[in-house]
């Protein structure tokens, strides 16, 4: 709770201590993970413990007696890693909502996105290489049994490999992982409290959260976002983890609607752009997959939005609780859009119609 409450007086003070404060966390995670990948290197290829310590996970079975390793979980698991990643990713597209307050937008904007491809592969891909190759998934310190049973992170697992140093580097990764996750928390209520200031002033959301205090901070959103985000403490505390399940399919699988949408939107903005007669080249950025990228986004988001916990219905008894906590969110979603338009009496605006520039004061 003191960590929450000092993410929330960090929002609430300024956008820069936001901005400060997300640096530094950030900063903390780039040079440990730096570290990470360079110290499971040097373990991998036997450098540091005397031996290639990760290499016996390549090695499915014994070839001598011709048995292979189960293919663990199945084709299930693998859809279901779907929505774990696409959990762990969430985020990266809010450096388009940071554009309003950022310097120079139309330089900065497209040079933050373009670094988001290379921190992923190195980052997230060179991690879970790392993780992957020394620490075997049948490792007791991993689950026991169940999701409410971690015991240690995988991180935390191949820093205690260091011979000498293991414990301590351990345990500095714990504070590091603590870092992350205030980081995480407090992008979350940037990025939820900018949306709500968003969606009141198209009408989308009560029209009070649309307000700035003298410091140019959404308060009244931020303070609704925290009030929301403070759920959370009881999900490990009421309905034996139930609670926390419906949190975290909700939060995994809404991602996904984004990123979705996001899609579309892209598809459709580049299609209105080309229809009213202009260059391509005017564009600040540009996708260089258009329009295959996108396509397959589509695609493989209404795969994991289906198929994800399609679990559900291979257990011996169906569960209606958990059937509903994991498709939840998809009628929820089209309930609130099909809503908004009847209410509205929207409809669908013509690739000639599209204002590219709502401000008529700033047509660049």
Known sequence: MGFFTLLLALNLLSVKAYAEAEYWFASIKVVTVIIFLSVGALMITGMIGGHAAGLHNWTLGDPASGTH????????AVLMVFLVAGFSFQGTEGVGLAAAETADPGRNVPKAIRTVFWRILLFYVGSIFVVGTLISYTNPNLLHGDESHVALSPFTMVF????????????MMNA?????????????????????HAMAHSRKAPKFLGTLNRRGVP????????????????????????????????????????????AICHLRFRRAWVAQ???????????????YGPWLAVILF?????GANIGVFQTPVFS????????????????????HELWNKARLVGLLECNFYPDPADPQ
Request: glycine share 8%; hydrophobic share 50%; net charge positive.
């Open 69 to 76: 390793a189960p293919f663990v979980g199945g084709w299930t």
């Open 160 to 171: 205690q490999e260091l011979p000498r140093f293991g414990y301590y580097a351990a345990n």
């Open 176 to 196: 590091v992982i603590l870092s992350a996750v205030l980081s995480c928390g407090n992008s979350s209520m940037y990025v939820a409290s900018r949306m709500l």
């Open 219 to 262: 308060a009244r959103a931020l303070l609704f976002t925290g009030l929301v985000s403070a759920l959370a403490f009881f999900s490990s505390l009421v309905g034996d983890q139930k609670i926390y399940q419906l949190f975290y399919n909700a939060s995994g699988l809404s991602g996904f609607v984004i990123w979705l949408g996001i």
């Open 277 to 291: 007669g202009r260059r391509l080249e005017d564009l600040k950025f540009r996708s260089r997959l258009y329009p």
């Open 302 to 306: 209404l795969f994991v939005l289906f």
């Open 320 to 339: 209606w609780f958990d059937f509903v906590t994991s498709y939840l969110m998809i009628p929820a979603v089209a309930a609130c859009y099909l809503g």
